[in-house]
């Protein structure tokens, strides 16, 4: 029985051990960016390693593809739970937005003519409408900003076919200047993007200064397509000796996002999200851009819908350990006792046997209590308190296995000291009366 009492208990032990352990193992989410030298992958990469340090109880991890249409397509298809997206790229329908990773602005500028020692020289284009027949630099791998343009191009009523447009790397922004194997460029990225800054910079250096391009028509065009967002350009936010731009500028944004695949764990995510946010004040020292990290629209009009665990963490309503795991909690108390129930009813009908036994022993006792005040003779005694001590062994051995609780001992207590009592004073009783006279023999007859 006690065997099968530890048994009991080691199984009850590793069942909770086994729930704890799947309860608090960290979560790892596979999250979807890109491209490969692209600043979101090495922003991303920082955040999971900084989670990885911290032992947080979310991980990441990452999954390069070659853009952000690729990201999108992998949470579609459910190959990551989390994705870096940009808003102004069709969006999949089991996407769940997390985090507004950065705003990226589009800026679009052309050469101006050389500066002459008499004064600042002026561009051939000044005025977006100017583009037509012309060719502007796509600054960017990617070909979704070739998609921004002819956003752009069409608010003005430019047809997008008579303006052509090439992909050009920042390194051959220079060359393209000098050449003139360009007219404009348009390139998107935060203020503090490194590549806008190094392309302006590029310009300037064949002496060609670049004029800003404006779209003044900014709220006009967000009213048509709602994933973009008017913006500014603040001055000399590139730099810059003259500073660049010089004065205000007025622009359109659109936003990269961290989205959640439908179906995740809110609870997960509103870790997630928690974690994320401690940890960019952790990453703004080695990747600026994690500054830029901000909570998602959390509006039921929003462009994209806002995870359920994100919108917890916003409102400050996430649930408490306690309030997650209450449930489970309660069952498994349920399930504890139940089992204790079931384990001791168990227990209890494998001694059955045992229990019919100590009560019939417990019968004879009172039985030789009865006999031992009748008795005549000591050597009778003498063999009913042999047997009496044969019981109080067995009473005791039943208490020690459980077949008899300490009441039952208590009444096989009383019972012994009652028959004890009563051998002692039927042996004083024997010994105080007289012999028996003996009789003389009959003789015999002749």
């Known amino acids: 029985m006690r065997l099968i009492s530890l048994a009991t208990i080691l199984a009850l032990v590793g069942a909770l051990s086994a729930a704890y352990y799947f309860a608090m193992r960290p979560?790892?989410?596979?999250?979807a960016v890109g491209p490969q030298?692209?600043?979101?992958?090495?922003?991303?990469q920082a955040l999971a390693?900084?989670?990885?340090?911290?032992?947080?109880?979310?991980?990441?991890?990452?999954?390069?593809?070659?853009?952000?249409?690729?990201?999108?397509?992998?949470?579609r298809t459910n190959a990551a739970d989390l994705a870096v997206i940009r808003g102004d790229l069709p969006v999949p329908r089991n996407a769940r937005s997390v985090a507004v990773l950065h705003k990226n602005l589009a800026v679009l500028w052309a050469p101006g003519k050389i500066v002459g020692k008499r004064g600042?020289?002026?561009?051939?284009?000044?005025?977006?409408?100017?583009?037509?027949?012309?060719r502007v630099g796509v600054i960017g791998r990617t070909e979704a900003n070739s998609g921004l343009l002819r956003v752009i191009l069409q608010q003005y009523g430019v047809?997008?076919?008579?303006?052509?447009?090439?992909?050009?790397?920042?390194?051959?922004?220079?060359?393209?200047?000098?050449?003139?194997?360009?007219?404009?460029?348009?390139?998107?990225?935060?203020?503090?993007?490194k590549v806008i800054s190094e392309a302006l910079a590029a310009t300037a250096s064949s002496g060609r200064e670049p004029v800003f391009l404006g779209i003044d028509s900014s709220e006009a065009l967000v009213a048509n397509h709602p994933t973009y967002e008017a913006a500014t350009i603040p001055a000399g936010a590139f730099g810059g000796s003259p500073v660049r731009?010089?004065?205000?500028?007025?622009?359109?944004?659109?936003?990269?996002?961290?989205?959640?695949?439908?179906g995740v764990s809110d609870s997960t995510i509103a870790t997630f999200t928690q974690q994320l946010f401690t940890a960019r004040q952790t990453v703004m020292t080695e990747n600026p851009l994690a500054a830029k990290i901000e909570t998602p629209d959390t509006d039921k009009d929003a462009v994209i819908p806002v995870q359920p665990g994100a919108a917890a963490y916003v409102d400050g309503d996430e649930k408490s350990f306690l309030d997650r795991y209450s449930d489970l909690i309660w069952f498994s108390l349920m399930g504890l006792s139940?089992?204790?129930?079931?384990?001791?009813?168990?227990?209890?009908?494998?001694?059955?046997?045992?229990?019919?036994?100590?009560?019939?022993?417990?019968?004879?006792l009172l039985d030789m209590l009865a006999s031992a005040r009748r008795s005549d003779s000591c050597d009778e005694l003498d063999a009913m308190q042999t047997e009496a001590d044969v019981i109080l062994r067995d009473a005791l051995n039943g208490y020690e296995n459980?077949?008899?609780?300490?009441?039952?001992l208590t009444a096989f207590s009383i019972a012994l000291e009652q028959f004890h009592n009563a051998v002692a004073d039927r042996k004083t009783l024997l010994a105080a009366l007289p012999p028996a006279p003996v009789r003389p023999a009959r003789p015999q007859a002749v």
């Not at 109880?57 to 390069?64: D, H, S």
């Not at 561009?123 to 027949?133: C, D, M, N």
């Not at 384990?343 to 004879?364: C, H, M, P």
């Open 27 to 31: 979560a790892t989410l596979k999250i």
């Open 120 to 134: 600042k020289g002026t561009a051939a284009i000044s005025e977006i409408t100017q583009l037509v027949g012309k």
């Open 245 to 262: 731009p010089s004065d205000d500028i007025k622009t359109i944004s659109f936003s990269h996002y961290i989205v959640a695949r439908d």
């Open 37 to 44: 030298a692209g600043d979101d992958v090495r922003l991303i």
């Open 338 to 364: 139940a089992t204790g129930s079931i384990g001791a009813w168990f227990a209890s009908y494998l001694r059955k046997d045992e229990r019919i036994s100590n009560v019939t022993q417990r019968d004879r």
């Open 159 to 193: 047809d997008p076919t008579k303006v052509e447009n090439v992909q050009l790397a920042v390194g051959d922004v220079a060359d393209a200047v000098k050449t003139r194997k360009v007219d404009a460029f348009l390139a998107a990225g935060p203020l503090n993007s």
């Open 49 to 75: 390693q900084v989670f990885s340090r911290e032992r947080n109880t979310v991980r990441m991890r990452p999954i390069v593809t070659d853009g952000p249409a690729a990201s999108a397509s992998a949470l």
């Open 402 to 408: 459980g077949a008899i609780d300490s009441a039952a």
